[in-house]
């Protein structure tokens, strides 16, 4: 089974500098999806980023970046120019791929993200 | 578009009573998903929809809980004989499906569900 380890349980940043929020996996998958995922206390969860495992090029969203490692089985999240709504909960997720069909996300704990003004 | 809906927000009941949640995905969108969350937990896959097919179900999901999307759009998730255990958040997802490869998964604001 696939599991998904974030070992932060919570992060605390200055507003405006930058914060690497780390998660490995472990997987005898190949091919595979991973993700962040963001749940303000609205508790929605946003997708923040995805990575696709396949690729090797790092996936970038705006301010959001990723440093995925294969062969390490990392996958951690930087966040630049932190902003006051990043605070949230941040989760890693991972997916196995399996074409067409579809499977569950399975996720992490989860790390609370303080950003201080 | 007004997102994935979910009703209740909250639910309280007493162990032993029966509960339903309701999904309402966004229009079209051909995938629906339910995942539970307990507090300091990410959440845990319970079951999905392909349209009106129910295509897989976790080991979590056990004889107590059943799920229906009877004509392909919203959905519902019924809790039988409710236990203290069962107490989380229960969110669903919901996404537009035509390959797998760039599936995209909108989440609603869950039910809060307490078992007293």
């Known amino acids: 089974a696939q599991t998904v380890t974030q070992s932060q349980p919570e992060m605390s940043v200055q507003e405006a500098e930058t914060v690497t929020l780390s998660c490995t996996y472990d997987t005898s998958e190949s091919d595979y999806y991973l993700f962040w995922y963001k749940q303000p206390p609205s508790r929605q969860m946003i997708l923040v980023i995805r990575?696709?495992?396949?690729?090797?090029q790092n996936a970038t969203e705006n301010r959001f970046s990723v440093n995925f490692q294969k062969a390490a089985k990392s996958f951690s999240l930087k966040i630049s120019d932190s902003q006051l709504g990043d605070a949230a909960m941040y989760f890693c997720?991972?997916?196995?791929?399996?074409?067409?069909?579809?499977?569950?996300?399975?996720f992490g704990k989860g790390t609370h993200l303080i950003i201080q003004p | 578009d007004t997102g994935v809906s979910q009703d209740p927000r909250h639910k309280i009941t007493k162990r032993g009573q029966n509960v339903t949640f309701r999904c309402d995905p966004i229009s079209e969108h051909n995938r629906l998903y339910w995942y539970r969350q307990t507090l300091g937990q990410g959440p845990e896959f319970l079951t999905y929809f392909q349209n009106e097919a129910q295509l897989e179900k976790s080991r979590l999901l056990s004889d107590r809980f059943s799920a229906e999307r009877p004509k392909g759009s919203f959905s519902t998730l019924e809790i039988q004989r409710t236990e203290q255990g069962d107490s989380a958040m229960y969110l669903c997802?919901?996404?537009?499906?035509?390959?797998?490869?760039?599936?995209?998964?909108?989440f609603g604001s869950g039910t809060q569900l307490s078992v007293l």
């Open positions: 990575q696709e495992a396949y690729k090797q």
């Open positions: 997720a991972y997916r196995r791929y399996s074409g067409g069909g579809a499977d569950g996300l399975t």
């Open positions: 997802a919901s996404s537009l499906n035509t390959g797998g490869v760039n599936e995209k998964l909108f």
